[in-house]
């Protein structure tokens, strides 16, 4: 990065402005838009000197003040904790100038239960983060209401039945019937860590009646068609950064049935191009290798070559703005939504290219066990339900209504 033209740095911060650039040009920032970040780290150190602190007291309750400082004087930028000022102020503590602060946690015996719920839940089921904070989030509202007795790892839970009656009815009134499946499996976890943990005097399985669940709720398949899936690659143009990255993911997700967390966890080094093969790191930390189809090694090969620029991370797909970050989970679902309304279809998720990918097997003769082994999944059933009919594909073979002239 060449001589930027922004505003010199003085104070306590001026000895990183160098380093500072340099790891914005590494993020893919442009000149112009580095030196807004100069000027805004020129104003954070006079800022400083002003106070008269030095960097390593600015804590997170500081920076806001900072922030409501700029508004204040009514600068077009920086004016949130998010965006450009969490780029400076995350290179100022990956630097060790400024401290790296952790949430307070209260000590209490509800959030050392859930602490050690969360832990099994991450070490022993090898759980997803996701997945974890959501089971975490369910357990500490069901917690609030709770005696807790005990210390350590020693605790005693005393649960009634009505207790969790009332917590389930509460979560029934105001929650989707998927969302309150969610609350009911999660709360069984729990229950039954509990349980082996000895804190529970008896087993609550009995409590917990089975709540309806996506088996339950779709008997068969939305209708996700392999020309909606040639619509979504044809809405991509390769040409340009965005739609060569789209059309890798797009292919992932529709040729091998990806999740999409699978594919925004994928790195530069999960890929064979020798022999062809991807490596995939699935559900409950399960690692599978899968054949590379030509057309989607051709997709990410060119993605990679012709535009990928970040240099820091390793993850294959990356954000298209700078600081050019790895895609989150939401993100490559949310890349699938856009393509859609290119498409002029209408919007669905990647799990749906998952379905549709069994589907497409299924039309092609390919065997039940097959499909699950390349979806990787440990159940039939659940294979079973990936690749249900459609309900126009049910009409070919249901018989005539009695009396109803063949409708």
């Known amino acids: 990065m060449g001589k930027l033209l922004g505003t010199h740095v003085d104070g306590p911060l001026a000895d990183y402005t160098t380093g500072f650039m340099e790891a914005l040009k590494n993020q893919g920032f442009a000149d112009w838009s580095a030196t807004s970040y100069q000027g805004l780290m020129a104003h954070l150190s006079r800022w400083l000197v002003q106070h008269e602190w030095r960097p390593c007291d600015l804590t997170s309750s ?15 930028k ?36 859930v602490q050690a719920f969360t832990m099994y839940l991450s070490q022993q089921r090898g ?46 009134k105001s929650l989707q019937p998927g969302s309150f499946h969610n609350v009911v499996v999660a709360l069984r976890s729990f229950f039954r ?65 990806l999740r999409a967390g699978e594919v925004a966890h994928l790195v530069l080094e999960d890929i064979d191009w020798r022999q062809g093969m991807v490596h995939v790191r699935g559900k ?54 856009q393509a859609c309304r290119r498409a002029g279809i209408p919007p669905f998720g990647a799990h749906r290219l998952r379905h549709q990918a069994a ?3 299924r039309q092609a003769g390919v065997p039940l066990w097959e499909i699950g082994q390349v979806l990787r999944h440990r159940r039939v059933v659940t294979t079973a339900h990936y690749a249900k009919p459609t309900v126009g594909e049910t009409r070919v073979v249901a018989r005539p209504w009695i009396g109803g002239d063949g409708r």
């Not at 400024?98 to 209490?108: A, D, F, H, L, V």
């Not at 409950?284 to 991370?313: F, K, M, N, T």
């Open 62 to 76: 500081r920076v806001e003040d900072f922030v409501a400082e700029r508004r204040r004087l009514g600068y077009a």
């Open 78 to 113: 920086g004016r949130s904790a998010q965006g450009m000022v969490r780029v400076l102020v995350t290179y100022l503590r990956a630097m060790g100038t400024i401290p790296s602060e952790e949430p307070i946690i209260p000590c209490t015996l509800q959030n050392d239960v």
């Open 127 to 172: 759980l997803a983060h996701t997945t974890i904070t959501r089971y975490q989030a369910v357990v500490e509202k069901f917690l609030v209401d709770i005696e807790i007795q005990g210390e350590k790892s020693s605790f005693v839970l005393n649960v009634g039945t009505e207790q969790v009656h009332q917590f389930l009815q509460a979560q029934m």
């Open 193 to 257: 860590f509990a349980f082996v943990q000895e804190w529970l005097s008896q087993s609550m399985d009995a409590v917990l009646l089975p709540a309806p669940g996506w088996s339950d709720r779709t008997p068969l398949r939305s209708a996700v068609t392999a020309e909606d899936v040639t619509a979504l690659m044809q809405s991509c143009d390769p040409t340009t950064v965005g739609g060569s990255r789209d059309l890798a993911i797009l292919l992932l997700l529709g040729r091998l049935g």
């Open 284 to 337: 409950g930390r399960r690692h599978d290798e899968l054949p590379l189809p030509s057309d989607v090694g051709s997709a990410i090969a060119a993605y990679c070559q012709q535009y990928r620029v970040a240099r820091d991370h390793r993850q294959i797909f990356l954000h298209l703005r700078a600081p050019h970050t790895p895609l989150t989970t939401g993100g490559v679902s949310s890349i699938v939504t």
């Open 359 to 361: 589907s497409a097997m």
